[in-house]
């Protein structure tokens, strides 16, 4: 199988001992790349050199966090500008803005500060003409407005981790956006998840680990890492009814795509 890790942190503090090994176990697992995530401004340099290492393997996307408060100071020390996540998104070897968004589980409603941040990303990605990558946790239909009311969609956005309904999904499809099915789907309580994932068209969904996080079954509770997007692939295979090898076909070439990464 082709396979594709849409989003992953192999560039965390839970991979410094073996990460030449992680990305071998992604070779040898048939996967033709991956996009690697930073969120705060100390990973911006560590994640450029990582993915320069891997050049048309590994791809970069940067963005601060909406976890992350202004005034917290041990992930960030500023009000960062559009200018900024610019400058920090034109490497070519970045093909996104990302992950950047809203949090409602560790924030409570109404968080001004986060939206500001979300909509200076999506000028950001617009200024550049490269897609959004969208964290969404407890705020799914919210950033869905937000990105339809921006235009989003002209660049492109994915709601990564995506883990509300079918309506929500369909909203963001409205918007032109992606949605990005990672481990959760394979859980025991995940009937939401899956019958989104079964309700989003094949050709709209991204596959994704967000590794060090959220192993799948069979591999929960272990560290994720991206070659286990396999058993996600497979997952998402079952809930559409096609072999595992197509879908993980078409989720590699809705990444590709989706990234302007050439085949």
Same mark, same amino acid.
């Given at each position: 199988? &082709? $396979?594709?890790?849409?989003?992953?942190?192999?560039?965390?503090?839970?991979?410094?001992?073996?990460?030449?090994?992680?990305?071998?176990?992604?070779?040898?697992?048939?996967?033709?790349?991956?996009?690697?995530?930073?969120?705060?401004?100390?990973? $911006?340099?560590?994640?450029?050199?990582?993915?320069?290492?891997?050049?048309?393997?590994?791809?970069?996307?940067w963005?601060?966090?909406?976890?992350?408060?202004?005034?917290?100071?041990?992930?960030?020390?500023?009000?960062?500008?559009?200018?900024?996540?610019?400058?920090?998104?034109?490497?070519?070897?970045?093909?996104?803005?990302?992950?950047?968004?809203?949090?409602?589980?560790?924030q409570?409603?109404?968080?001004?500060?986060?939206?500001?941040?979300?909509?200076?990303?999506i000028?950001?990605?617009?200024?550049?003409?490269?897609?959004?990558?969208?964290?969404?946790?407890?705020?799914?239909?919210?950033?869905?407005? %937000?990105?339809a009311?921006?235009?989003?969609?002209? #660049?492109?956005?994915? $709601?990564?981790?995506?883990?509300?309904?079918?309506?929500?999904?369909?909203?963001?499809?409205?918007?032109?956006?992606? %949605?990005? %099915?990672?481990?959760?789907?394979?859980?025991?309580?995940?009937?939401?998840?899956?019958e989104?994932?079964?309700?989003?068209?094949l050709?709209? %969904?991204?596959a994704?680990?967000?590794c060090?996080?959220?192993?799948?079954?069979?591999?929960?509770?272990?560290?994720?890492?991206?070659?286990? &997007?396999?058993?996600?692939?497979?997952?998402?295979?079952?809930?559409?009814?096609?072999?595992?090898?197509?879908?993980?076909?078409? #989720?590699?070439?809705?990444?590709?795509?989706f990234f302007?990464?050439p085949?």
């Amino acid at each position: 199988m &082709v $396979l594709f890790d849409s989003h992953c942190h192999i560039n965390a503090p839970q991979f410094d001992s073996d990460r030449a090994d992680v990305i071998q176990r992604m070779k040898d697992a048939g996967m033709t790349g991956a996009v690697v995530i930073g969120c705060e401004e100390k990973e $911006l340099e560590p994640l450029r050199a990582l993915v320069r290492s891997e050049p048309g393997f590994l791809w970069g996307a940067w963005a601060l966090h909406p976890e992350y408060a202004p005034d917290d100071a041990e992930h960030m020390t500023h009000k960062v500008t559009v200018e900024e996540i610019v400058r920090a998104n034109s490497d070519p070897s970045f093909v996104a803005v990302g992950e950047t968004g809203l949090d409602y589980y560790w924030q409570k409603p109404p968080v001004p500060w986060q939206v500001e941040r979300f909509v200076r990303h999506i000028e950001a990605a617009k200024r550049l003409g490269k897609p959004l990558i969208v964290h969404a946790r407890d705020a799914e239909e919210a950033a869905a407005d %937000i990105l339809a009311s921006e235009h989003a969609g002209d #660049t492109g956005f994915v $709601l990564h981790c995506f883990s509300s309904t079918p309506e929500v999904a369909r909203k963001a499809l409205d918007a032109g956006g992606m %949605i990005g %099915i990672n481990g959760n789907v394979t859980f025991k309580h995940s009937a939401v998840i899956q019958e989104s994932c079964r309700a989003v068209p094949l050709e709209r %969904i991204l596959a994704e680990t967000d590794c060090p996080y959220l192993a799948p079954v069979p591999k929960r509770g272990k560290r994720n890492e991206p070659s286990f &997007v396999s058993y996600t692939v497979a997952k998402i295979a079952e809930l559409h009814g096609v072999p595992p090898e197509e879908a993980a076909r078409v #989720t590699e070439g809705n990444a590709r795509r989706f990234f302007r990464i050439p085949p």
